[in-house]
C-alpha cells in the first residue's frame, strides 16, 4: 500500500511561491501516477495538476496553467507542485494522490486514486 504525506504548505502573499512536497512510502512510487487536488472551505475537492508513473507526461488544470509545476523524483519517492504566482482563489487544503489511470488530455476525477495524503494548507492572502 502507498503511504503518501505532504509538506510545504503555508501562507503567502498575493504574487508569492510556495513548492509542495508529497513523499511516497510503503510502495515504490514509479508504479503510480500522482496527482494534486485542492479544496477550499464549503467547496469540492478538485484537481489542480497530475504526472504520469514516469514523469514524462503532465496535465494542469486551465486555472493553474502557466504558474504551477508537476515534478516527480522516483528515486526519492518525491513529487512536487511548484506554485508560483499564488492568487487569493488558490487558498486551499491541497492533497497529493495515487492512482493507476492517467491521460495527459484531462485530469482524473478524484476516484480514480486509490492512496490519498493527509493534506497540506495553503493560503493566499495580504
Known amino acids: 500500500q502507498l503511504h503518501l504525506v505532504e509538506s510545504g504548505g503555508g501562507w503567502v502573499q498575493p504574487g508569492g511561491s510556495l513548492r509542495l512536497s508529497c513523499a511516497g512510502s510503503?510502495?515504490?512510487?514509479?508504479?503510480?501516477?500522482i496527482g494534486w487536488f485542492r479544496q477550499a472551505p464549503g467547496k469540492e475537492r478538485e484537481g489542480v495538476s497530475a504526472?504520469?508513473?514516469?514523469?514524462?507526461?503532465?496535465v494542469y488544470a486551465d486555472s493553474v496553467k502557466g504558474r504551477f509545476t508537476i515534478f516527480r523524483d522516483n528515486d526519492k519517492y518525491m513529487v512536487y507542485l511548484q506554485m508560483n504566482n499564488l492568487r487569493p482563489e488558490d487558498t486551499g487544503t491541497y492533497y497529493c494522490?495515487?492512482?493507476?489511470?492517467?491521460?495527459?488530455?484531462?485530469?482524473?476525477?478524484?476516484?480514480?486514486?486509490?492512496?490519498w495524503g493527509q493534506g497540506a494548507q495553503v493560503t493566499v492572502s495580504s
Open positions: 494522490a495515487g492512482g493507476n489511470y492517467f491521460t495527459d488530455d484531462e485530469l482524473q476525477p478524484a476516484g480514480s486514486y486509490d492512496y
Open positions: 510503503g510502495y515504490p512510487m514509479d508504479y503510480y501516477a
Open positions: 504526472t504520469s508513473s514516469s514523469g514524462g507526461s503532465k
